[in-house]
Structure formats: structure tokens, C-alpha cells
């Protein structure tokens, strides 16, 4: 069965810096698009960032461009999210997203109803 568990969320000063998680299992990682989206207060959950299944190509939230980075680790079944700069406006809830196509996929995705599973969520709190 697939599962996804993020770590690494945690109370931080604006301006500071967190590196988010997510370690992946129950299928083939590297034929997996993965995402993290993030849900807010009250909010709903919007795309943060995407990366395709070679690592090759990423996507970003426009927010968050120039501050947060993607990667990912096949051979550790992991996909990460680099938080630098962080605002005030980046709390809340951080999901890792995946769904299986195939190996050759070249496309990140941004679209949450595109995932097939989801983590549990670490919740990131941006406060001085």
C-alpha cells in the first residue's frame, strides 16, 4: 500500500529556514511526479511545488519562487522541499502528494486532484 510521511515542520522566525521530508513506499517511486501543497488556516490546499520523476524539471508556486527548492533522491524513495526566507504567509500544513505514471514522464504536476496519495501533513508555523 502506498504511504507517504513527511517530517521536519516546526515553529520558525520570519526570514528563517526549515527543510521539509517525505519518505515514500508501497510502489515505484521513480515513476512517481511528486508534489507538496500547502494547506493554510481556514484555507484550501494550494500547489506549492512539483517535480517530475527524474528530477529533471520542477515547478513552483509563484509565492514561493526564488525561496523554496524541490529534489528528490530515487534511490532513497524521497522527495524534499527547502524553505529559505520564510514569510509569515508560509504557515500552515505541508502535504506530500504522489501518483504513479511511468518512468518516462517528463511533467511535474500542479493540480491536486492529479494525486493519487497523499501524507499525512507537518505543519510549518512562520511567527516571531
Known amino acids: 500500500q502506498e504511504r507517504l510521511v513527511e517530517s521536519g515542520g516546526g515553529l520558525v522566525q520570519p526570514g528563517g529556514s526549515l527543510r521539509l521530508s517525505c519518505a515514500a513506499s508501497?510502489?515505484?517511486?521513480?515513476?512517481?511526479?511528486m508534489g507538496w501543497f500547502r494547506q493554510g488556516p481556514g484555507q484550501e490546499r494550494v500547489f506549492v511545488a512539483g517535480i517530475n520523476v527524474a528530477g529533471s524539471k520542477v515547478g513552483y508556486a509563484e509565492s514561493v519562487k526564488g525561496r523554496f527548492t524541490i529534489a528528490r533522491e530515487n534511490d532513497k524513495n524521497a522527495v524534499y522541499l527547502q524553505m529559505d526566507r520564510l514569510e509569515v504567509e508560509d504557515t500552515g500544513v505541508y502535504y506530500c502528494?504522489?501518483?504513479?505514471?511511468?518512468?518516462?514522464?517528463?511533467?511535474?504536476?500542479?493540480?491536486?486532484?492529479?494525486?493519487?496519495?497523499w501524507g499525512q501533513g507537518t505543519r510549518v508555523t512562520v511567527s516571531s
Open positions: 508501497g510502489f515505484i517511486f521513480a515513476n512517481s511526479p
Open positions: 502528494a504522489g501518483l504513479v505514471t511511468s518512468h518516462l514522464d517528463e511533467y511535474w504536476y500542479d493540480i491536486p486532484d492529479m494525486y493519487e496519495f
